[in-house]
Nanobody
Framework: VQLQASGGGLVQPGGSLRLSCAAS????????MGWFRQVPGKKREFVAA????????YYALALEGRVTVSKDNVKNTMYLQMNNLSPEDTGVYYC???????????????????WGQGTLVTVSS
């Protein structure tokens, strides 16, 4: 599976962005996909995830209400809509895919075996 993240850029505080993650290759084994981010000075952290077969969504508590994860199965693309952005949201956003497994822990990096290259989000006035 190859993942291509896009949609990052410069946005003013309070603004919105929609990130995309296009998956290609053999996606038949994909159980879920997730977004993680690494903000300056911190470890990479979970943002949101979505189960590919039923669309169940999961969010980091600190971001719930400001971000929405969605997917387009036809386009094999996952999206992350981010609203009311603040400078603390500045960082590199990564998408990742997880293979089928009985206990999918959506917020754990080791669950994901393919990662995109990341897209930079900068929130600044």
């Amino acid at each position: 599976v190859q993942l291509q993240a896009s949609g990052g850029g410069l946005v003013q505080p309070g603004g919105s962005l929609r990130l995309s993650c296009a998956a290609s290759g053999d996606t038949s084994d994909v159980l879920g996909m997730g977004w993680f981010r690494q903000v300056p000075g911190k470890k990479r952290e979970f943002v949101a995830a979505i189960r590919w077969y039923d669309g169940s969504t999961y969010y980091a508590l600190a971001l719930e209400g400001r971000v929405t994860v969605s997917k387009d199965n036809v386009k094999n693309t996952m999206y992350l809509q981010m609203n009311n952005l603040s400078p603390e949201d500045t960082g590199v956003y990564y998408c990742a895919s997880a293979p089928w497994r009985p206990d999918y822990e959506v917020d754990k990096e080791p669950e994901y075996n393919y990662w995109g290259q990341g897209t930079l989000v900068t929130v600044s006035s």
